[in-house]
Structures are given as C-alpha cells and as structure tokens.
C-alpha cells in the first residue's frame, strides 16, 4: 500500500472545508485488505459502487459470481457498499456518520427503497475508517445529495443480482421477476424465495458503476415516509454508547495542561510531584504536557501538580476591537465565493449607483460563537503492535485518520478510526486534537487512555464560527428595483454571499484576513452571516421607498421562483399582511437560498418596553430541498435550526482578552433554553421533481434576519450586529 | 490503583441506586456522575459542563432532580438515588420514555437522559403541567440541537397517557 497520509490540505484547512473539498479529487484510495473483508463480512453477496473514473482500470472488477472475495482484485475506488447475508440481513456501509442528523435512518431508507426489503432489515455500518469507504466528512449538506443517490444505485443493483440469481435457478426470465419485502417472486409461477436463501452458499462480490434506474420519486414507498430514528430505544434509557461512555480493559484517564492564552508557548516544564504519584504516566513532548491515571480524579490531581512557565504569544485584538482589526488586516486572496482573487462582479456599480433614486451604505458586524455540542470532544486511545485503535466523535474520521497518521509518522493503514453516532457537532467537530492528544497518552502509558475534554476546554480549545464584517453598499429605483450592489465580506466567509436577486450591476467579495482565534466550520458557514447582512439591508431598502418588504422582495426575486414559492409559502402560513402586531411587537421576514435548498422564515418578536429583552413570540419556516426523504426527521432539522439560529441571532458571543475566552462556560455563554424557543411551524415544500438536497443547514439562515426585521418594526431600532440583543434592546 | 486519595474510613463505600445497593470506593468528595460513570459503568448520566448548568447529568435523589455533577458521593447517604437505567421495569419504558419515542423528541440525544430524569420528576409532582409550566421546570436542561418544542410534547404526552393508565387502573 502507498503512503496514505493525506497531502497537507486535508489536515490544515478548517475554515469552510467544501470550498476545497468539491473541487478536489479524493486524497486516498482505500482498499479492502481481501483476507479481512471474507472474514468480516462471510457469505453471501457484496456490491460495491466505483466511482466513474477507476471503473476503466478496474476491468477484474466484476466477478461473476465465481471466486468472489478470494480470486479478485478488491475495487480500490469504492465509494460505497453492501452485503447481503444468509439470513437476509442487509449491512450497507458508508464513510458518512450520525451526529443526530438523522442519516442513520434516511439512508437506510434509501436503501430499503431500492433494495425492496423491510426496512428493518438494514444495518448501517458508518464512519470506520476500516470498513468504509473514504469520504471527506460529513458536512456541507452532502449526505443527502450525494450519498444517498450513491447508496441507491447499491441497492439497486443489488436488487438487480438478486434477480438474475433467482432467474436462474428458476431457469426463467429474469425481467418477469418482481422483488417485494425481501423476496423475489415469479407472478406467473407464484414462487417466491427469500433474499437470504438467495445468498446461502455465495462468495459473490459485484462491482458497478453508478447508472442503474432508480426508483422513481413517485413510486417511493419507504423513503418520503416519517420513520423513526434508528436505535431510538437505546438512546432513551440510556444505553447507547457515545465515545465518553466507553471503557476498555486496564483503560486509563487523561488530562492536557492548557496554555493560559492563544499561542503562548511552554518556558520550563517541572513534572516532579506529577511523576511521584503512583500510577501516574506524564508525557512531555514539545509543546504538549498531558497526564494519563487509572482514575481521573488522579489525573486531575497529577495535572495541578505540574509546575509550567509559559512565554505569552504578542498581544492579540480583543472581542471589542476585532472589528477594526479585521478590516486593517485584510490577506491576499479573496475575491467572490470561495475566493479565487477577484470579485464577482456584473455591470457598473457606478451606472447602477447613478440610476438610483435611494442608496444605503451600512456595516455589518459578526461575532465568533461556539458551536457548545453537548458532548465536548472525547476519544479512547489504544495501540496493538504498532497500530492505533482510535474512538472519537468527529465529523471526518478519514480526516482525523490522516491526522494521526501524520502525528505519529505512521501510514494511514496502521490506524482504525471509529465514530460512535456522537453528541452532536454542527459543524464544530472536523478536527481530530482529542484524539492525538489521546493517542500520544496511551502511547506513552502502554494502556488506552480515554480523554475527554472538559466544557471549558472544549470552549476555549475547539474552534469558533469567525468573526466577520459585512459592507453593503446598494441603490433602489423608485419603483422597487435595485440597481446596485455592493457586498464585502471580511473573513467571516463566502457560504451564501450571492444575492439572489435580480440586480444588473454587482460586485460581491470575499475578503479573507487576519484572526485572532482558530476559526472553522459552523452550520450553515458564513450563509447565515450573509443572510443577516442581506435581508436586514433589503429591508431598510424596503423602508427606504415605501415598499411593503415582502412585496419588494418578490420584485427582485423574478429569476428565482424556488426562492419566491417558499416567501410566499412562509408568509401564507404565518398570515403575513393579514393583521398589524400588538403594542410592543412586530413582524420581520427574511429569505435565501443555499446549498441547493430554499428558505423563508416569518418572525414575531415581543421587546419589553422596561428590560429591551427581546422574545420570538413565533416562526414560521418554509423549506425546499427538493424530494423529501423523512418528514419528521426533516421537521425536526427545520425546528432546531430555528432554536439553534436563535442564540446567534440575539445573544451568543464568545468574549475574549489578552488571548483568553473570558465567557468558556454556560453560566457565562448564554445558549438557548426552553424559555426561548417559540411558536415553531415548519412548511415542507415537496418538489418530487427535482433530487433531495440537504437540510441540517440552510434552515437556520433566515432566522437571524427574520428577527432582526421584526425588532425593527417592534422599536424602529436596526440592530446591525450578530447577537442583535445580548443585553435587550435599548429602545 | 485508586486507594491513594484519603484515608479508608473516611471514604464512601455504598450507594442505593435503582432500588439496589452498589458497592463503591470514592472518597467523599468525588461527584457522583464521576462514580456512577466511571466506577458502576451507570453512564446514562451525561457529563455536559461540571457546573450544573446543562442538565445532562440530571437524576433522581429522594425523587427530586439533581445534577450529579455537582453532588459528591459524601453527602448523598442512603438516600435512594433514579438513574435512566433505572425507569425501564421488565422492558417495559417509562411512559415518558415512550412518548419521547413517539414525539421524535431528540437528535443526537446526548441530552436525552437528563431530559426524561427531569420530566419524570415535573410528572411526579404535576400530574398535567401546561407548556409554560414545563419550559418553566425545565430550564436548566439545554438541548443544543433545539428540539425543547418535541420535548415538551412528549412530557404532555406522557401526562396523558399516565393519567389514562392511572384511571384504568383504578377501575
């Protein structure tokens, strides 16, 4: 096997990792070692899915049925997979993982569909790095999109095998066969025989590529159904086992000193008491100081007995001043979406400035936020015979395989990363830190070591949403129709940055720059940012001429109807113009599109006259993402995005001086609670026509704006800073 | 390996939990998420922030929600101790458990335990709280996947299906 550590860009880009990843080819090329595959998987029949590509080196591929797993060349571009066994059970196997997204059960749903077996009857294997097929990682909505179609062809395909399989112990046709609940039937024999029984005796192992029919949107009889999520009863009692409830034989417990601030350095280390206590493993290796102990109340103990002078980093801007500093500090690079050194532009900002008869210039500032998963980062930790067993909640176990690999000078196939279905990341958890810093204790302990990082550490540690400022400078004709704009994004991110209007002459730029703190990934990325800067801009603009805000939307939105259908949607639902808010309230609508899904959400916010403190009274979104797999797990996307977008929209902030966060708890960072979660409606908006797109995202960016545009009708105040209100409004 | 904290007499050596005595070695000042996790493998209780605020860690002392994370052992006694493990009786879920089930009432679940630990108690007290009332009791329980609407659903939901099982039973 070549060397699979990846090349750098994998472990070192963080920020918006899918402006790189859907313009780079895959890093690896993993391949099955044959002699594990038989012997994990056994009997029964496999297909896999290559990608186009490798299909024509891969001309062995395809094996007949004859000699299976033993005689052939195992595909190297696999890019997903599934096996059927002797009792029917189905193992289907992707790269993707559940972080409470729910793709554990729509993409089995998917397969059932495809596949014509009982839903129960599928198991999915996710996001181990030895049994999967590569993926990037899960993010950027791409599950649904494209693992789901991927998933389907498997399955299919599959079907298909099962098919020819039957014909021919039947000696019949094999088109006159139909499959149904796991079984295929003959309609004109009325035999039937079980998947299962199909498999008895098989070592057949199919390799195709992705074009086979799929089941029409129309005819979906399991995906578009509201089932359950998968191992629902697990999670209710208790059960299930997230990386921080592991334990394994002799296992022990670590903990890292932390730098009193960003980028200081170590000057002397004195681990003497440390080392005293028994049973306790301290390493010193560089800049990193950790301890592992068979108990952690030992651990924490061993870690306040170390003695570490440390050298601060030069002063860094603080969460007052990062605006200016931003600005001040803008890099090489930038340009429209996803950078590329030069800005979108259409037209004449000039001309369309000149045809205006109103124009605004207005500023946008936007703060970091954490991401808060409930479970912060934890890994376990073992090394056998040179390999390196890891566990660890994280949206990118490839990723976080290169990055071990690359930590402890090993190839990629000496390391088995596992991602138990884990508490949740948005975005926040596509690093792999926990597990090399659990990986170099248990190496040095000769023991697993389980790490898991405290809520502090995971505040201070992890990585933020970033920081941005947003510059619009725009013009409106007198009739509603806008004629500039102008959009700089500064570091926050290009996600969502074009507008969807329609205006003759633009220039949109993304401009990255300088930042204090480690920035990357957040639902949604710097759309809901954009979002904000947008739709609370076009409502001034709105204001500016007298237009009702929903109709001079409609105006501009000429080009984009999916945009359009779902503001009306939204408004429909919330009786949009239907009534005037009560004393103290007020109504804000916002809209966009991104990721190949639709939005509109409709607020209504109470401002108490006394404190300022703001309430969301009521949401009504509507979402288009094409074909919709799960109602209810789509709803329940929709609905916490909502909840979600609220802490960012009013009062989320991470605070920091002299390169230390100075709110890393939650009795300092305020996150939404039950009290601060509205009315919530959710309208689907059901295109079958068009292929699903994916919805852990895109939902929460219209939220913010919404707010924002209904605090402006409550009070007349624009609050033009992401929160809007961490301490009220000051009316 | 973990005898070194204090001296033997002072250390904690028993805890009632689910109706059953546990043998333990903790010395007093241990939290009790720590030894329900790490020593008894109870790790339903969830750790989320080691300052009470989270909920996540959230059982049952004398029937009343406690944040185990914040409790040392040394001070819990033989007072009767609820884990999640501990509402599930012959397979059978507790009503609320079912309700978050039929309610779709969680994402990635990681707050899940401490949820129904907290609604179990509301329903202990109020038999059939209003919305306000259970956003109220529920407050210091975060959800950061946002599905407190579905939660809230399922503890009204458990409410009226104990109050129709309550009056079956005493037909």
Redesign the interface.
């Given at each position: 096997m070549t060397d699979h550590r990846a090349p750098e860009i994998e472990t070192q880009i963080v920020i918006e990792p899918e402006r790189y990843e859907l313009h780079s080819p895959p890093v690896h090329h993993f391949e099955i070692d044959r002699r594990d595959f038989a012997k994990l998987v056994g009997a029964g029949i496999a297909v896999f899915l290559i990608s186009k590509g490798a299909l024509a080196q891969q001309q062995q591929g395809e094996s007949g049925g004859r000699g299976g797993f033993g005689g052939q060349s195992m595909p190297k571009d696999i890019s997903a997979w599934l096996h059927i066994n002797e009792d029917g059970a189905v193992t289907v196997y992707t790269g993707k993982v559940e972080?409470?997204?729910?793709i554990r059960t729509s993409l089995a749903q998917a397969v059932a569909e495809e596949l014509r077996t009982p839903f129960e009857s599928i198991t999915m294997v996710m996001g181990d790095t030895k049994l999967t097929p590569f993926d990037a990682g899960t993010f950027g909505s791409q599950t649904t999109p494209r693992m789901g179609p991927q998933l389907r062809h498997v399955a299919s395909a599959a079907c298909d095998t099962l098919r020819e399989l039957a014909a021919k112990q039947w000696n019949v046709d094999a088109a006159r066969l139909v499959a149904v609940s796991g079984k295929i039937t003959d309609p004109q024999s009325k035999r039937s025989i079980a998947y299962g029984k199909l498999a008895e005796g098989q070592a057949l192992a199919k390799a195709i590529p992705d074009t086979d029919p799929l089941v029409p949107t129309n005819e979906w009889i399991i995906s578009g159904k509201?089932i359950?999520?998968v191992d629902?009863?697990d999670?209710?009692?208790?059960?299930?086992?997230?990386t921080?409830?592991m334990?394994l034989p002799g296992m022990l417990?670590g903990k890292v000193l932390r730098q009193p601030s960003v980028g200081a350095t170590l000057a002397s280390v004195d681990a003497t008491a440390a080392q005293a206590?028994?049973?306790v493993t301290v390493v010193h290796d560089g800049e990193f100081v950790g301890v592992a102990a068979?108990?952690?109340?030992?651990a924490a103990r061993a870690l306040a007995a170390i003695r570490a002078e440390w050298k601060p980093a030069p002063a860094l801007p603080n969460s007052k001043n990062i605006y200016e500093y931003l600005k001040a500090n803008v890099q090489a690079g930038g340009g429209g979406r996803g950078g590329g050194g030069r800005p979108n532009t259409t037209g004449s900002m000039e001309e369309g400035l000149a045809a205006a008869s109103h124009k605004l210039d207005a500023t946008y500032n936007i703060a970091y936020i954490a991401?808060?998963?409930?479970?912060?980062r934890a890994a376990v930790a073992q090394w056998q015979n040179g390999e390196l067993n890891v566990w660890t909640g994280t949206q990118r176990p490839f990723g976080v395989r290169s990055e071990l690999a690359g930590a402890f000078h090993i190839s990629g196939d000496k390391v088995r990363v596992r991602m138990p279905?884990?508490?949740?990341g948005?975005g926040g958890k596509h690093t792999g830190e926990c597990a090399v810093e659990a990986a170099r204790l248990a190496q040095a302990a000769g023991k697993p070591v389980k790490l898991?990082w405290?809520?502090e550490e995971e505040f201070t540690w992890a990585y933020f949403r970033p920081v941005g400022v947003i510059d619009i400078r725009s013009g409106v004709s007198g009739d509603g129709k806008l004629t500039a704009w102008e959009f700089h994004n500064y570091n926050s991110g290009g996600s969502g940055i074009d507008t969807p209007y329609t205006v003759a002459n633009q220039l949109i730029a993304f401009h990255p720059t300088q930042y204090p703190l480690r920035q990357g990934s957040y639902r949604g990325l710097a759309a809901t940012a954009n979002h904000f800067a947008r739709e609370s801009h076009m409502d001034d603009l709105a204001h500016s001429i007298g237009m009702e805000p929903m109709e001079f939307r409609l105006k501009n939105l000429d080009k984009n109807p999916r945009v359009a259908d779902v503001l009306k949607a939204a408004a429909e639902k919330f009786g949009w113009g239907k009534s005037k808010p009560a004393p103290g309230h007020g109504f804000g609508l916002a809209c966009g599109m991104e990721k190949g899904g639709y939005v509109a959400t409709c607020a209504e916010v109470s401002v108490d006259g006394a404190s300022g403190a703001v309430q969301v009274v009521r949401a009504v979104t509507a979402f288009d993402c094409g074909a919709i797999v799960n109602p209810?797990?789509l709803k329940?996307?929709v609905?916490?995005?909502?909840?979600?977008g609220l802490g960012g929209a009013l009062f989320e902030a991470i605070e920091f001086e002299d390169g230390r966060v100075t709110n890393p708890?939650?009795?300092k960072y305020r996150?939404?609670?039950?009290?601060d979660?509205p009315?919530?409606e959710v309208v689907l908006v059901n295109r079958l026509d068009i292929p699903s797109a994916g919805a852990g995202e895109t939902p929460i960016m219209a939220l913010a704006p919404a707010v924002g545009n209904a605090i402006f009708q409550a009070t007349g105040a624009r609050l033009r800073s992401m929160p809007m209100a961490p301490n009220g409004v000051k009316i | 390996?973990?005898l070194?904290?204090s001296t033997s007499s002072q250390r904690i050596t028993e805890l009632q939990i689910n109706g059953k005595p546990y043998k333990i070695d903790a010395?007093p000042e241990?939290s009790l998420l720590?030894v329900l996790?790490?020593q008894l493998?109870?790790?339903?209780?969830?750790?989320?922030?080691?300052?009470g605020?989270?909920g996540?860690c959230t059982v049952l002392i004398d029937g009343n929600p406690r944040h185990s994370c914040t409790v040392t052992v040394g001070t819990v006694g033989q007072r009767p101790i609820t884990?999640?493990?501990g509402?599930?009786h012959d397979g059978k879920?507790h009503p609320l458990?079912?309700a978050?089930?039929d309610e779709?009432a969680?994402?990635?679940?990681?707050?899940?335990?401490g949820m129904?630990m907290t609604g179990v108690s509301l329903l202990k007290t109020n038999a059939d709280p209003t919305e306000a009332q259970?956003?109220?009791f529920?407050?210091?329980?975060?959800?950061?996947?946002?599905?407190?609407?579905?939660?809230?659903a399922a503890v009204r939901r458990a409410a009226g299906a104990m109050k129709s099982s309550a009056k079956g039973a005493s037909r």
């Open positions: 972080i409470g997204q729910n509201p359950a999520k629902g009863r999670f209710v009692t208790g059960s299930h086992k997230y921080s409830d334990k417990y206590i028994p049973g068979p108990n952690l109340q030992t991401h808060a998963p409930l479970e912060p279905d884990m508490g949740s948005y898991e405290t809520r209810d797990g329940n996307q609905m916490g995005a909502t909840v979600q708890k939650f009795s996150v939404p609670r039950f009290k979660a009315d919530i | 390996m973990s070194q904290l010395a241990t720590s996790r790490d493998d109870l790790t339903g209780s969830k750790y989320g922030c080691g300052e605020q989270c996540a884990t999640i493990e509402l599930e879920l458990q079912q978050f089930l779709g969680m994402q990635c679940a990681y707050c899940t335990s129904i259970i956003a109220e529920m407050q210091g329980n975060i959800c950061r996947c946002g599905t407190y609407p579905r939660i809230v």
